[in-house]
């Protein structure tokens, strides 16, 4: 009788890096410290009246810590480093998490509360029929699908509709048709949300909103946060400052918990390559897959501790070399020519909106002038992400001074910095993918 050989487990390069999605469910043993950020979070949330606002730039880990503080209060996946942390609050409550990612096609604050009663289909979310199916297949159910599709096929007619008066036409029209037949939706959500806790009582809501700089109207966030009682909100986002996330809100601003997410350090950068290395050998693999002291240096270094990218290099350095695939035959040491390998990977995607365009971006505004070049080293080489004009010109020599302001409006104008909404005196690499790409142009390296 033959037997049959055991064929070892299939391995991607997606069960060691997520750079694309936030770090949840099977892939939150990827997630790394933070310690601090969740105390503030669980600080915030254990505080009656209180309202955690999670912000910071893209692809620095908001997602990511906002799913980690869902899970532990979900009790999911809680690891002893987090259970001395979550031992410091009054935790004792059973919590219903919930969590919706704002749309573009929601526009405002009521949508992304109604998508919160609809099933989560395809989206990245856990909401009220997902736990509760038996409140959407009620009449009160009825009420939420019908105001649902009525909230989104008016923002897709707005949209559709260029002209200032034919919108205000057919805004018009549609008060008229649904007048008296729709309920409003932050009631409804109230209405909803009470059902849950006579389904549930003595239980603890938690309602995330992620993206929610994607919403062009917060107008009504000051309503929820007075009218919907016995409920716990989080709010995630890109955003300067909290503030900026939610709104000009003075009646919401002192109930809020600014909770900056800033760059991971050093340690947590190559905790991040150590952890997709005990993946390996958590599989069972005899062989292992070790990223070396040259690979995790470069990357700290040119990710500037963005999550995101240390993801990206992880990623595409074990992609390009099919070590997912070697990893049985033998061990494999991930250098820096693997390093090198990922960054000519991420710049030579060739479509709209890649990598490959930043690259364009960034040689056509640094080009052959040594006074732009000397001024983009000063920029990329300042530690905060936020950085100060007088602090970059304190850096600078004194004839590449004179051209400062000039040099830098070029890098805005062609989409390279951004400035404060708040401080003149502050800017910042537009995304970090264009704080990469200076570098390396920089460094006359790979793009």
């Not at 908001?62 to 869902?70: D, E, G, I, P, T």
């Not at 205000?168 to 409804?188: F, I, M, Q, R, W």
Request: glycine fraction near 6%; aromatic fraction near 10%.
């Amino acid at each position: 009788m033959t037997t049959r050989t055991k064929k070892p487990p299939k391995l991607k390069s997606n069960d060691l890096f997520r750079p694309t999605t936030a770090l949840r469910s099977s892939h939150s043993h990827l997630f790394v410290g933070r310690d601090n950020s969740i105390s503030e979070i669980l600080s915030s949330i254990e505080m009656d009246g209180q309202t955690p606002v999670i912000y910071g730039e893209r692809g620095i880990g908001k997602s990511s810590l906002a799913w980690r503080v869902f899970e532990i209060l979900s009790g999911v996946g809680t690891d002893e480093e987090e259970i001395d942390i979550t031992d410091n609050f009054d935790l004792d409550d059973e919590y219903i998490c919930f969590w919706v990612e704002c749309e573009n096609r929601y526009q405002d604050i009521e949508t992304a509360l109604l998508s919160l009663l609809t099933p989560r289909g395809i989206r990245q979310a856990v909401t009220v029929p997902d736990i509760f199916p038996e409140i959407y297949s009620s009449n009160l159910g009825l009420r939420i699908k019908t105001t649902f599709e009525a909230n989104v096929y008016f923002f897709k007619a707005k949209a559709e509709v260029s002209d200032e008066q034919k919108y205000s036409n057919v805004s018009k029209n549609l008060e008229k048709l649904v007048e008296g037949k729709l309920d409003d939706p932050v009631e409804l959500f109230g209405t909803t949300i009470a059902q849950v806790q006579r389904i549930r009582p003595n239980t603890q809501i938690v309602i995330f909103l992620d993206e929610l700089d994607r919403l062009v109207d917060t107008n009504r966030i000051g309503d929820l946060l007075k009218h919907v009682t016995g409920v716990r909100f989080v709010f995630v986002g890109v955003a300067e400052t909290g503030k900026h996330l939610l709104g000009n809100h003075l009646s919401v601003i002192r109930k809020i918990d600014e909770v900056y997410v800033p760059p991971l350090n050093y340690e947590e950068t190559k905790l991040t390559f150590t952890k997709a290395s005990d993946k390996v050998k958590s599989m069972g693999i005899e062989n292992q897959l070790i990223f070396n002291e040259d690979f995790v240096n470069y990357s700290y270094e040119d990710s500037g501790g963005y999550p995101y990218l240390a993801h990206r290099f992880g990623y595409h350095a074990v992609n390009e070399g099919r070590y997912n695939r070697r990893v049985y035959r033998e061990s494999i040491t991930v250098g820096l020519e693997d390093y090198k390998t990922a960054v000519r990977a991420m710049f030579r995607r060739q479509k709209p909106g890649s990598d490959i365009e930043v690259g364009s971006q960034v040689k056509e505004a640094v080009g052959d002038s040594k006074k732009r070049e000397a001024i983009a080293r000063a920029c990329v080489n300042y530690e905060n992400i936020w950085m100060d004009v007088n602090t970059i010109l304190g850096d600078l020599k004194s004839k590449d001074r004179r051209d400062f302001y000039e040099n830098i409006m070029v890098f805005e104008e062609n989409g390279l910095f951004a400035q404060s909404k708040d401080n003149n005196d502050l800017i910042r690499s537009k995304t970090p993918i264009h704080r990469l790409a200076t570098i390396l142009w920089l460094k006359r390296k790979y793009i």
